[in-house]
């Protein structure tokens, strides 16, 4: 008897389980349409701007030179929230970083901030979505979440490493594939090293830039994208090989 009313309770958990997952998801998706929502209605955008980094940067550096630990903190709470929102802004905050920190201080910072954004946006997109995607498109998806997950630090460090493709459809789109979150860091935290680097290092010059495209030259471009396709190799060998026996 005990036991007929334990297999009858079994259902009722699990469909209460499930009932608290719903919850959930919903809970956490009203908060970051709320907080767009915020960002965009407050039009906080206008702070984070070419114009207003120039016009501010005295005050900026005054509050810096003052406040060193409280401006690395704001400063990287400020990235994760850009990039876990997939805010416009970041490469503003990178020059601003640069201006404020140091070239190589700010690719460091940067790199904290945005890879622990980034992180959350991933598992974001994959609590939200990932189940739904999976049931209704999982037969026809089977084969490139396979092929993707086999070579995925491979992938997103390409991915990463050429500026072409938007940081946050990255962040977004990784979330609904297989792949670990251990290899979804190590590739972000590396392959956004460059990019960092060249925006924080063009951040010292700030009062000489008039506009974004200045910073991002078709050389430069040219040499991510170069980066990024010599990230790949080891997956051609791969096949090459796997053809070759």
Known sequence: MIRHDTAMTTPVSNQSDSSRTHLG??????????????????????????????????????????????????????????????LPGAVILTLAGGFLFGATMAALFVNVGATTGATLAFLTARYLLRDTVEQKFGKWLGPFQEGFAKNAFSYLLTLRLIPLFPFFVVNLVSGLTRVNVGTYVAATALGIIPGSFVYAYAGRQLGTINSLQEIASPNVIGAFVLLGLLALVPVVYKKYAAKSA
């Open 25 to 86: 998801k919903i809970s956490l998706a009203v908060v970051i349409v709320l907080a767009i929502g915020a960002f965009l209605y407050f039009d906080l955008g206008r702070w984070l701007s070419l114009t207003a980094l120039k016009e501010n940067r005295d005050s900026l550096l005054a509050f810096t030179d003052a406040n060193f630990v409280s401006a690395v903190g704001i400063f990287i709470a400020a990235y994760v929230i850009v990039a876990g929102l997939s």
